[in-house]
């Protein structure tokens, strides 16, 4: 049974606010491929029972809806999710994860990216997402790992590298304020293995990014829904308004946080 948990919802982020659209767009826009890519590798079931938790733009829940064909069925679990189009095949639960109890040994496959790291509870609501998958589901973990600030910026003007190193310094402490944890993407595998998984795989995702590409767009996104905080942080407007013009500059390269997948699978009974 599912351990009951207190509510987890110092999410850092806002989906009300009138730039998370873009945020979750520019998510989808840069690492859906990748995503896409692991799924289809992973085979799953058709006609199978599927959830993302932590949808944003839903764009993952329409993949497992449309994979899952006209037996199947996928649930979303979000606090605000606004931005999942209605599907006839996914059902919206608009709540908490940590207050959710799950169904026993009722899904196929369970996806959530970038959400585990911004959860206070996060092993807690791993272990009872084990608890919801059938015996062989899959639990599919992605998140960044934020901890490596100054490897980021490669090339472009100077003001803009200082800029962009203050800006991801000051950001990542502001979310970690929310209880996100930077390291936690690269703690999955020993968390799923204590919750009874085993590992099936995990990989590694960063892309070199120029300015206008869906990545760089979601930092001047990030810079504006957490603009007062970033600003009481130390930031400055001046440099604000730098780092976003930078984030559309096509002679600024970066790397991206580096996103870990790992694919859990629990044991046959
Ligand atoms: C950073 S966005 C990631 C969206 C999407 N998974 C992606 O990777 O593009 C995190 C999403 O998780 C949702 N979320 C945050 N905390 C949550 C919680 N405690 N329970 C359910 N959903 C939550 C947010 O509303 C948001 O839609």
């Given amino acids: 049974m599912p351990t009951a948990l207190a509510s987890d919802d110092r999410y850092g982020f ?15 826009d840069y690492l859906d491929p990748h ?25 993952i829940a329409q993949w497992m809806a449309e994979h899952g064909g006209r037996n199947g069925s996928t649930l979303v679990i979000d606090l605000q999710p606004q931005h999942v189009p209605p ?8 709540q908490d994860i940590a207050t959710v109890a799950l169904q026993p040994a009722s899904f196929d496959a369970i996806h959530a990216r970038l959400l585990f790291m911004h959860l206070l509870q996060r092993e807690q609501i791993l ?44 950001l990542i402490k502001v979310l970690d304020g ?16 204590s919750a009874g998984l085993s590992i099936h795989s995990g990989q590694t995702y960063n892309r070199v990014l120029r300015g206008g590409d869906p990545g760089m767009l979601l930092h001047a996104s990030n810079s504006r829904q957490k603009e007062k905080e970033l600003l009481e942080a130390g930031m400055t407007p001046p440099q ?3 780092l976003r013009q930078a984030m559309t500059n096509p002679d600024v390269l970066t790397r991206s946080w580096p996103m870990h997948t790992t694919i859990g699978v629990r044991p046959a009974a």
């Fill in 14 to 28: 806002d989906n009300s606010t009138s730039d998370a659209r873009d945020q979750v767009g520019h998510l989808a």
């Fill in 35 to 59: 995503t896409f890519a692991v799924l289809e590798s992973l085979r799953l079931p058709v006609a199978g029972r599927y959830a993302d938790i932590g949808a944003g733009a839903g764009t």
């Fill in 87 to 94: 599907h006839p095949r996914i059902e919206i639960l608009n």
């Fill in 127 to 170: 272990t009872n997402l084990v608890d919801a998958l059938k015996p062989g589901g899959k639990l599919i973990i992605s998140d960044w790992a934020t901890d490596h600030l100054d490897d980021m910026f490669i090339d472009g003007p100077d003001t803009v590298r200082q800029v962009f190193g203050t800006f991801q310094h000051t």
């Fill in 178 to 193: 929310h209880g996100m944890d930077s390291t936690w993407a690269r703690r999955v595998p020993a968390v799923m293995r």
């Fill in 240 to 242: 604000l308004t730098l």
